[in-house]
T-cell receptor, first 114, second 111 residues
Framework: DTGVSQDPRHKITKRGQNVTFRCDPI?????LYWYRQTLGQGPEFLTY????????KSRLLSDRFSAERPKGSFSTLEIQRTEQGDSAMYLC????????????FGPGTRLTVT | QQQVKQSPQSLIVQKGGIPIINCAYE??????FPWYQQFPGKGPALLIA?????SEKKEGRFTISFNKSAKQFSLHIMDSQPGDSATYFC??????????FGSGTRLQVQP
């Protein structure tokens, strides 16, 4: 399967701990997106990369959140000093730059902060 | 700020019925309007998309109707099946930006 993969699928952490998620996009896709989805809501944009450059960050992305895509392939999303409000599904998606309305999503990482 | 409003929140139809999901947008700069389908435990998957200069697009049993003057668009699912039971999201896209999603419609198709 050459789709978007995310790791881990589930993460339970205590408030105040740091967590890191990984996303491996479809190999030929140059754009990579991070979204957050809470129960009963649509995905909310966090940030996106074109190759290794981070082109846009949402106002939702507080300074506790950081994302990288060091070699333009996989990406990591780190949340420092987690809060209970960070509990959500974190989705990664990838696309080609020319057809970025067509995004391919991974299965997500479900974060629970206790 | 919710830029794409979606309704209804949930919908139950009988097999063979035609569920209709509606969305409205505010920003006339959007240049693509995709619909995504999401099953429990999975990420959203693209179903069908339309440009604002087209009034209708069909792909299989799925049809998008687009009303540019009213800034509204809708998804129709013909001959719905129990396997169509999922959450559906409308979205809007501006070239070079990310997708803006509606809040979702949970569809249940009863056998």
């Amino acid at each position: 399967d050459t789709g978007v993969s995310q790791d881990p699928r589930h993460k339970i952490t205590k408030r105040g701990q740091n967590v890191t998620f990984r996303c491996d996009p479809i190999s030929e896709h140059n754009r990579l997106y991070w979204y957050r989805q809470t129960l009963g809501q649509g995905p909310e944009f966090l940030t996106y990369f074109q190759n290794e450059a981070q082109l846009e960050k949402s106002r939702l992305l507080s300074d506790r959140f950081s994302a990288e895509r060091p070699k333009g392939s996989f990406s990591t999303l780190e949340i420092q000093r987690t809060e209970q409000g960070d509990s959500a599904m974190y989705l990664c998606a990838s696309s080609l730059a020319g057809t970025s309305y067509e995004q391919y999503f991974g299965p997500g990482t479900r974060l629970t902060v206790t | 700020q919710q830029q794409v409003k979606q309704s209804p929140q949930s919908l139950i139809v009988q097999k063979g019925g035609i569920p209709i999901i509606n969305c409205a947008y505010e920003n006339t700069a959007f240049d693509y309007f995709p619909w995504y389908q999401q099953f429990p435990g999975k990420g959203p998957a693209l179903l069908i998309a339309i440009r604002p200069d087209v009034s209708e697009k069909k792909e299989g049993r799925f049809t998008i109707s687009f009303n540019k003057s009213a800034k509204q668009f809708s998804l129709h699912i013909m001959d719905s099946q129990p396997g169509d039971s999922a959450t559906y999201f409308c979205a809007a896209y501006i070239q070079g930006r990310a997708l803006t999603f509606g809040s979702g419609t949970r569809l249940q198709v009863q056998p």
